[in-house]
């Protein structure tokens, strides 16, 4: 079944920072966050508040996944290496991240061509239409049953988003 007939996120894949292949069906049954994110943004710091939901509910089934993303500004321009290498030391970041991938336009990952049809934004002139995601830091909240619930825009820090997750424990 694709994941487009079961309305769900299990049948896409991406690669880890490592290059392996993940199938997201091995986060079947878990409160996903699924983020696209950048090393050189000014929202950056928000890999803090990331970790601190990953350590906070991890334990009762919770992940995020970070996805990396160029296409705002160039603020990612660095490589899988590099990305990890920022992310550990500079934020202490174990959640699983992802090789940097387009979140909006022909060339996008088809898990977000997913994310932002199940979930459309606004649409801003200047910064596309309503299912285009608008900067770097646009999340994703999905539910154990692989659904979408809801999109958080980028000045959504990620303490704000913890009594939602909380309910979808």
């Known amino acids: 079944m694709t994941a487009q007939a079961n309305n769900t996120i299990y049948g896409f894949?991406?690669?880890?920072l490592d290059g392996s292949p993940v199938a997201l069906r091995d986060f079947e049954g878990k409160v996903l966050l699924i983020v696209n994110t950048a090393s050189q943004c000014g929202f950056t710091p928000q890999y803090q508040g990331l970790q601190a939901l990953y350590n906070r509910f991890g334990d009762r089934g919770f992940t995020v996944l970070g996805f990396p993303c160029n296409q705002f500004g160039q603020q990612e321009p660095g490589g899988s290496?590099?990305?990890?290498?920022?992310?550990?030391?500079?934020?202490?970041?174990?959640?699983?991240l992802f090789e940097k991938v387009e979140v909006n336009g022909p060339n996008a990952h088809p898990l977000f061509k997913f994310l932002?049809?199940?979930?459309?934004g606004m649409a801003i002139p200047f910064l596309g239409g309503a299912e285009d995601i608008k900067w770097n830091f646009t999340?994703?909240?999905?539910?154990?049953q692989g659904k979408v619930v809801k999109r958080y825009g980028s000045i959504a820090k990620p303490d704000e988003i913890a009594a939602d997750i909380e309910k979808l424990l």
């Open 13 to 16: 894949s991406a690669n880890a």
């Open 139 to 144: 999340k994703f909240l999905v539910d154990r």
């Open 81 to 96: 290496g590099e990305i990890k290498n920022f992310c550990e030391t500079r934020y202490g970041v174990t959640f699983p």
């Open 116 to 120: 932002t049809a199940a979930s459309p």
